[in-house]
């Protein structure tokens, strides 16, 4: 293992050199945007064959990502916040149409107020699409979750595009050691894209994303739902492999000294490392407190963190993200989904710094167990 | 852990200061992490970069409130940004300036003219390169062998080699005091 010091989005264009897709469409938006120059650079150097596109717009990046797609071939493209957003039509085709398309997200704050700095709104706002969406919390995990996602994405059983989302600036330009991987093992583990039978072949004519009548619509979106819940299997596999040639063991969540706690925090992305660092401080004192960290949020793995936060007495659960008048999402669908009374967080959005300070105000605060939602960091001002 | 707060302006070479640190302490053996705080995106603005330094691998990912090290690439801040706000007792500042700069209690101060080496070495007044080797000398967290390989890593050519070559002369100059 040869570690090299590096920003996640660096690391995902090394994951993208090394799954080497055939096309890029790709739009620059802070702060994506030196994810699509270090693949306009491979490209221009000759280390990458891939068709790289100079769109237009985000909405055209991902209507020539799904284009190519529907070819049968690899797809990467890449965005952020209000290229998500102008994406947003496009986004919930691409899954309809099963296009196994591998997008990263550098999670950034939506406007009104315009904001150039992280939360995770945008990719949140996509959850009902029918993508897959894994959240990393750091270079490495951004790095090998690209990997994963292609081979998830593009299993026959499965065939739903994948957003790998890492947080804006925290991530995105924040550079530290990272492994990446030989290109013998990556091939291991991602053999080239074959497409199984509805792909655009002019020797093979048809048509993909026809008009459907009421007859059938209700049916291609069972199937998504199934294909969705049936991703948790070969999500599984993959991880076991990945584990096998790489050595570095992923899940749908990450349980951090978790299994005895009496407090539990629920986080997704980098802020979960911050908050590891604090459940050690918590632990030095002995106070049971630990982190369930959720990696994988579509498929939404409900047994999974079930399990994991079920014998806790309390329960708080973090979210860079707010649905008004209803809450955090994660909050929501784990109220919603489990017999447990969560209590919810709002922190960090609009990039919002959160210290060490604010996870001990959530974890004095879910002494109180309601369900009820929170915003922590205000202004003291504003409050 | 060693934790280091640089404060410039947009375009100064601040972030990239804090990455060719943290990537040079790498080159130590040593585990570490560079990270900018952007204010608005325009030349000019202020900005500050962060650089933490352990024998660990490095989790927190918040600010650096109380820095070990501060660098400040123009002096101009001191007058719109508390360059100070949390330095910890005994904590080292290095600042790029040909002025005085008031003594602040409990802070080591050490000025540089970097702007006047950038100008004879380099031809423009970029330097970043050149209080990273007045760091490597003033702090001794990381070595001025580390700095200078990664400078010539970062920029190539003719460049890196001047580079190199100022923040060698900032060294030497932080040595003698």
Redesign the interface.
């Known amino acids: 293992m040869v570690?090299k010091?590096m920003s996640a989005n660096q690391a995902i264009a090394e994951a993208v050199k090394l799954a080497n897709p055939n096309v890029i469409p790709v739009y620059p938006i802070?702060p994506q945007t030196t994810i699509s120059e270090h693949l306009a650079k491979f490209v221009a150097d000759g280390d990458m064959s891939a068709e790289y596109i100079r769109v237009e717009s985000e909405h055209s990046a991902i209507s020539a990502a799904l284009g190519a797609s529907g070819t049968g071939v690899r797809v990467f493209t890449a965005t952020s916040s209000q290229g998500l957003a102008l994406m947003h039509e496009i986004i919930f085709a691409a899954a309809g149409l099963r296009a196994p398309i591998v997008m990263a997200d550098a999670n950034r704050a939506l406007s009104a107020p315009l904001s150039?700095w992280n939360d995770q709104q945008d990719s949140i706002s996509e959850r009902d699409s029918g993508w897959m969406q894994i959240y990393a919390e750091n270079g490495q995990e951004a790095l090998d979750s690209i990997l994963i996602a292609y081979r998830v994405s593009e299993d026959h059983s499965v065939l739903l595009p994948s957003m790998v989302c890492i947080d804006g600036?925290?991530l995105t330009?924040?550079?530290?050691?990272v492994d990446v991987p030989g290109k013998g093992d990556v091939d291991k583990f991602l053999p080239p894209y074959k497409p199984d039978h509805a792909y655009l072949d002019p020797k093979r004519p048809m048509s993909i994303g026809t008009f459907t009548d009421p007859n059938y619509y209700m049916e291609a979106r069972h199937d998504m739902e199934l294909a969705l819940e049936g991703a948790k299997d070969v999500i599984t596999k993959a991880n076991s492999e990945f584990a096998e040639i790489f050595g570095r063991k992923y899940d749908f969540i990450e349980k951090y000294r978790s299994d005895d706690a009496d407090t539990i925090i629920v986080a997704m992305g980098?802020?979960c490392?911050?908050i590891?660092?604090v459940v050690d401080e918590h632990r030095d004192n002995g106070e049971k407190v630990g982190l369930v960290r959720v990696r994988v949020f579509r498929p939404f793995p409900t047994e999974e963190i079930y399990d994991a936060i079920k014998g806790a007495s309390n329960i708080g659960v973090l979210d860079k993200n707010i649905s008004f008048s209803v809450g955090g999402v994660l909050h929501n669908e784990i109220n919603a989904k489990m017999d447990v009374k969560a209590n919810g967080f709002i922190v960090g959005l609009g990039g919002r710094?959160?210290?060490?300070t604010h996870i001990n105000e959530i974890i004095e605060k879910t002494k109180n167990t309601t369900k009820t939602t929170q915003w922590i960091g205000l202004n003291k001002e504003e409050v | 852990m060693i934790e280091v707060r640089f404060h410039g302006r947009g375009g100064q070479g601040a972030?990239t200061a804090a990455?060719i640190l943290?990537?040079a302490a790498?080159e130590d053996g040593k585990?570490?992490?560079?990270?900018?705080?952007?204010g608005v995106?325009r030349r000019g603005a202020p900005v500050m970069a962060f650089t933490r330094i352990d024998d660990q691998?490095?989790?927190?990912?918040?600010?650096v409130?109380k820095p070990d090290y501060v660098v400040v690439l123009d002096d101009g801040l001191l007058e719109v940004v508390d360059v100070f706000s949390g330095l910890k007792e005994g904590g080292k500042v290095i600042i790029n300036t040909s002025n005085g700069v008031e003594t602040t209690a409990g802070a080591e101060i050490h000025k540089v003219d970097a702007t006047g080496i950038a100008l004879d070495i380099l031809g423009v007044p970029i330097v970043n390169t050149i209080l990273l080797g007045a760091f490597a000398s003033v702090t001794e967290a990381v070595s001025i062998d580390a700095i200078i390989k990664i400078i010539k890593e970062t920029f190539s050519g003719e460049v890196g080699e001047k580079n190199a070559k100022a923040a060698r002369l900032a060294y030497e100059a932080a040595k003698k005091g």
Not at chain 1, 173 to 177: G, I, M, S
Not at chain 2, 31 to 38: E, I, K, S, V
């Open positions: 570690l010091v802070t150039i600036f925290i330009h924040t550079v530290d050691p980098s802020i490392s911050t590891k660092d710094d959160i210290k060490p | 972030v990455e943290a990537k790498f585990y570490c992490q560079a990270f900018p705080f952007f995106e691998p490095i989790r927190r990912r918040y600010q409130y």
